[in-house]
C-alpha cells in the first residue's frame, strides 16, 4: 500500500499555512491597504494579498520536501512580487514586449522577473537532478510552468483552478513530486474562493510561485523523456502566450 501521508501533509500544512498568511496579512495590510489593492478586469477592487500568502505556504511546504524546490517557488514569488509593485502601471506584457525595450537599453520589471524565475528554475534543476540535461530541462520546466500559470491569470480563478488541475495527476504517483504538487494544490485551494469572489487575487507574486511549485513536482517525479516533453509543451505555450491568455479569457456563450 503506498503511504498517502507524506502527501495529505503537504496539502495541509500549505492550505493552513496559506489561510493564516492570508488572515494576517488582511489584518496587517503593511504599508497601508493602498499598497495591496488593484482593479481587476471587471473594474472591481481586489487585494493582492492571496499572492504572498500562497507563495510563502507553497514555499514552506515544498521546502520540507526539497529545499531546492522551496528555493525556486520562493525566488519565483520574489520576482513576481517585484513586477506587482514595480511593474504595477506597465501596459507591456509578454516577452517579446520586455525583450524589445531591454533591447532598447530598458530594464523592465518583466524583464528582470523572466531572468530571475529563469536563473532561479535552472539552480533548483542542477540540484534537484544529477545528468547535465536532466538539470537543463528540469530548470526549463520549473521556469516555464511558473510562467504558464501566470499567462492563464486573467480572470478570477482561473490560476488557482489551472494548479489544481494540473496538479491532480501527481497524486497519483509518489514520492517527493507527489508531495510537491499537493504542496503547490493546498496553496492553491485555501485561497481560491476569495479569488473567484474577486475579493482576492494572485498577482505575479501567487501565480509563478504556485506555477514553479508545479514545475519542481514534475521535475522530481519525471525521467528525461518526461521532462522532455513536458519543457517542449511549456516552450511551445510561451511562444503562443496571447493565444494561451486568449482561451483562458474565454467565458463560454452568454444567452
Not at 536532466?134 to 492563464?152: F, M, R, S, W
Request: net charge positive; glycine share 14%.
Amino acid at each position: 500500500m503506498i503511504d498517502r501521508a507524506p502527501v495529505t501533509g503537504s496539502f495541509a500544512l500549505a492550505a493552513a499555512l496559506a489561510r493564516a498568511g492570508l488572515t494576517a496579512l488582511r489584518a496587517a495590510a503593511p504599508g497601508g491597504r493602498g499598497r495591496w489593492e488593484r482593479t481587476n478586469h471587471a473594474g472591481r477592487t481586489v487585494a493582492l494579498h492571496a499572492g504572498p500568502a500562497s507563495a510563502v505556504a507553497a514555499a514552506v511546504a515544498a521546502g520540507r520536501i526539497r529545499p531546492a524546490a522551496g528555493f525556486a517557488v520562493l525566488a519565483a514569488g520574489a520576482c513576481g512580487a517585484y513586477d506587482d509593485v514595480a511593474g504595477a502601471r506597465d501596459p507591456r506584457r509578454g516577452f517579446r514586449a520586455h525583450l524589445t525595450a531591454l533591447r532598447e537599453g530598458e530594464v523592465t520589471s518583466g524583464a528582470v522577473k523572466l531572468f530571475g524565475i529563469s536563473a532561479a528554475g535552472l539552480a533548483a534543476g542542477a540540484v534537484l537532478k544529477e545528468r547535465a540535461l536532466d538539470k537543463a530541462l528540469a530548470g526549463v520546466v520549473i521556469a516555464g510552468t511558473a510562467h504558464l500559470v501566470n499567462l492563464v491569470d486573467v480572470r478570477p480563478g482561473r490560476a488557482a483552478a489551472a494548479v489544481l488541475a494540473l496538479g491532480a495527476p501527481g497524486l497519483l504517483g509518489r514520492g517527493p513530486g507527489a508531495a510537491c504538487a499537493a504542496a503547490a494544490m493546498g496553496a492553491a485551494a485555501a485561497v481560491l474562493p476569495d479569488d473567484l469572489r474577486q475579493r482576492e487575487m494572485l498577482g505575479d507574486t501567487g501565480a509563478h510561485a504556485l506555477g514553479a511549485a508545479l514545475g519542481a513536482a514534475i521535475a522530481l517525479s519525471r525521467g528525461r523523456a518526461g521532462l522532455a516533453a513536458h519543457a517542449a509543451a511549456l516552450v511551445a505555450a510561451a511562444a503562443c502566450g496571447e493565444r494561451v491568455s486568449a482561451a483562458a479569457r474565454w467565458e463560454g456563450p452568454r444567452g
